[in-house]
């Protein structure tokens, strides 16, 4: 027999944490029903209702710090708050079970997959309020039904990642951040102005942008390093409409800016005096753990993919691949594994800036180096901000050692790790791709399989050849295709053969639609000819004096 799990007067979230970690329910059923036992289900309807609502909520999943042992928080309230105060990010108490079979998910659209990814971990958010999120999140401004097609080429499949209004992956966690933001301020009576304050290397400003423009009771401001992005990237920026939105190009790069940002959230005096003008910070970064959460479920949903299509058997193990900068797309990954999906190697691609390549070789990270400016400018990163919530896992979640070598990050710009920690690393395989080498792949995906892919894609498919030709390793592979190559569409025609330095990035748009047979993404049609509107600019020192004006502090 199937029962209906939830009183619609009650919490949804709390009643199925009830039955799902007290093990109330025996089995996934046919029709993908829950069913569990009569006994066991009537002796859950007898129980005291404001008894089963107290026992669910001593289990709902909290954040805790990474840097502080006693600071622990509702999701909503991490979401609201992105950095914890004292300079750590927030993460999982524990990393949920998926609790759907993966022929169930094979069934489901991007949008279910997604509540059935985040209702795991967004405890506090009703049902309703969770689906209200995804539905506001997933819908027309992403250009196909799929949201995140998978396209098989060269024997491996590039998930497309980049289908959202703004060409870029950042767009599958920032459609949907402003709703569970808003949503969140609510469930907890939030009255000052939420002020999301982003550092960007590109691609994360513009979704951001896009996300929170124009949303009653947010401001929002993005510095950007002013010689750090592509042409493409930095007009989306500047020609971006709204009151509440500040967009600002810092002499320095995207290190410089993250650096920034982080010195102003945990400007205490700053903080006070928001407080006392109605202003509260948060950020859009993937610090924010609302960022996170989101980009577990297109791996999940890739991979229900396959199993549909019959490309791969249920519980076969796949690969992935990702272009790694800031370290939070492919910690995405490894906590899909970690919740069950059937994911082998996590591949850590790197360009020339391969702190992350060397971290993974020898357990130093080391960012006293040289910073390079590549074609693939979202990877131009020497201090991977979410690799901290790695570290914290593989320390055995103790704050203190991680707060240890946090500080000598900040302090001497480097740190070891123990023989043990590095050990727990064996999930991931990290390398990296030169300027050469991801031009070559361009120009061999486009000369081989007709299909065009950007500079960041690029180096992750570069090495995916490298890990192929070094360890023999058959197993499918899914690549995440993080940008449409009309963001970078200079490089990507210069390594095709086909560029020309006397035309401007939008000749070269129409050039490219012409040999790739894609249309021009609407997102780089509506700034062609539109007029600029961020012209501000500042030392990295003079980030917080840009915020106070804006403000009016």
């Known amino acids: 027999m199937i029962f209906q799990r939830c009183n619609p007067a009650e919490n949804f979230v709390q009643i199925r944490l009830e039955i799902h970690r007290k093990k109330c329910y025996i089995k996934s059923g046919g029709d993908f029903g829950r069913e569990i ?7 859950w309807q007898k129980r005291d209702s404001k008894e089963r609502i107290r026992q669910a909520e001593l289990m709902e999943m909290l954040y805790n710090s990474t840097r502080s042992k006693g600071i622990s928080i509702k999701a909503s309230q991490a979401i609201l708050r992105g950095l914890s105060e004292d300079g750590g990010l927030f993460v999982p108490d524990h990393i949920p079970e998926l609790d759907r079979s993966l022929e169930e998910l094979a069934q489901m659209d991007y949008r279910q997959t997604a509540f059935e990814v985040m209702k795991l971990f967004l405890t506090d958010f009703t049902e309703e309020e969770l689906r209200s999120c995804i539905d506001s999140a997933y819908d027309g401004k992403f250009d196909t039904d799929k949201i995140a097609p998978l396209k098989e080429a060269g024997g491996a499949y590039y998930l497309e990642l980049f289908h959202g209004p703004t060409i870029a992956f950042k767009d599958m966690a920032l459609s949907i951040l402003p709703h569970l933001m808003i949503t969140a301020a609510r469930k907890n009576h939030v009255k000052n102005e939420i002020v999301i304050l982003t550092a960007t290397s590109g691609d994360t400003g513009k979704a951001a942008l896009a996300g929170f423009a124009g949303v009653e009771g947010t401001r929002i401001i993005v510095f950007y390093p002013k010689d750090g992005v592509s042409a493409i990237q930095e007009k989306q920026m500047v020609t971006q409409k709204g009151e509440n939105t500040l967009v600002v190009g810092i002499q320095g790069n995207f290190d410089d800016a993250q650096s920034g940002v982080k010195r102003i959230f945990a400007d205490k005096e700053l903080a006070k005096e928001m407080e ?14 609302g960022r996170l959460v989101p980009q577990i479920c297109y791996y999940v949903y890739a991979y229900g993919t396959l199993l549909r299509e019959g490309k791969i ?15 939070g797309n492919i910690l995405a990954a490894y906590y899909a594994k970690n919740m069950g999906l059937p994911i082998g190697k996590l591949i850590c691609a790197s360009n020339e800036n391969k702190v992350l390549y060397d971290f993974f070789r020898t357990g130093a990270y080391d960012r006293n180096r040289e910073f390079v400016l590549t074609s693939s400018p979202s990877m131009d990163i020497l201090i991977s901000s979410n690799l901290e919530r790695l570290i914290f896992r593989i320390a055995g979640n103790d704050a203190d050692q991680n707060r240890a070598l946090m500080e000598a990050l900040s302090g001497q710009g480097k740190y070891q790790v123990t023989a043990d920690m590095q050990a727990a690393l064996g999930d991931f395989y990290g390398n990296y791709a030169t300027e050469q080498e991801a031009a070559a792949e361009i ?18 498919s570069a090495v995916y050849r490298k890990y192929t030709q070094e360890t023999q390793d058959t197993a499918k592979a899914v690549i995440a295709s993080t940008a449409s190559p009309y963001k970078f569409t200079r490089s990507v025609m210069n390594a095709v053969g086909k560029g020309d330095k006397d035309k401007d990035d939008f000749a070269l748009v129409d050039e490219l639609a ?9 997102a780089v049609e509506e700034i062609r000819t539109a007029p600029v509107l961020h012209k501000k600019q500042c030392e990295a020192a003079q980030m917080k004096d840009v915020v106070r004006e804006f403000l009016g502090l």
């Not at 003008?277 to 970064?285: H, L, M, T, V, Y």
């Not at 012409?514 to 609407?522: E, F, I």
């Open 443 to 460: 120009c061999r995906l486009y000369r081989d399989y007709d299909y065009v892919i950007d500079t960041h894609t690029a180096v992750a």
């Open 37 to 43: 036992s009569q006994a066991a289900y009537e002796k």
């Open 313 to 327: 058997a249920a519980g076969e193990a796949v690969n992935v691949v990702v272009p790694t900068g800031n370290f």
């Open 514 to 522: 012409g040999l790739s047979g894609v249309k021009v993404p609407q």
């Open 276 to 289: 006392e003008k109605g202003f509260r910070f948060s950020s859009a970064n993937s610090i924010n753990i």
